[in-house]
């Protein structure tokens, strides 16, 4: 059975940093590929980022500011947040799909998830 367990959310203010990790138990970790989506009270999940055999994609609204990083040894994932916005105010969720030649930016494509951990920043 395949688990993950995100940590590292909490209240900051905006342009603070903060770093949210993902732990998987369970499967194959170094053959997934391994995202990030967040959701906002009233809004659809959306696709945050995404490390892939081939590299790392990101969603306009966070290029340059976060960054997803893995550690297969560890079977983690990390997602590094610079420069917070109120607006990236959400739920985050680790989510893993086993066709590690994509980055899916559908949630529907994603195979295992975790519970989410929440971000607020503050204005």
């Known amino acids: 059975q395949v688990q993950l367990v995100e940590s590292g959310g909490r209240l900051v203010q905006a342009g603070d940093s903060l770093r949210l990790s993902c732990v998987v138990s369970?499967?194959?970790?170094?053959?997934?590929?391994m995202s990030w989506f967040r959701q906002a009270p009233g809004t659809e999940r959306e696709f945050v980022a995404g490390f892939s055999w081939s590299g790392t994609s990101y969603a306009d609204s966070v290029k340059g500011r976060f960054t997803i990083s893995r550690d297969n040894a560890k079977k983690m994932v990390y997602l590094q947040m610079n420069s917070l916005e109120p607006e990236d105010t959400a739920v985050y969720y680790c989510?893993?799909?086993?066709?590690?030649?994509?980055?899916?930016?559908?949630?529907?494509?994603?195979?295992?998830w975790g519970q989410g951990t929440q971000v607020t920043v503050s204005s």
């Open positions: 369970g499967g194959t970790f170094s053959s997934y590929t």
């Open positions: 989510a893993a799909d086993r066709n590690n030649l994509r980055i899916g930016v559908r949630d529907s494509v994603y195979d295992y």
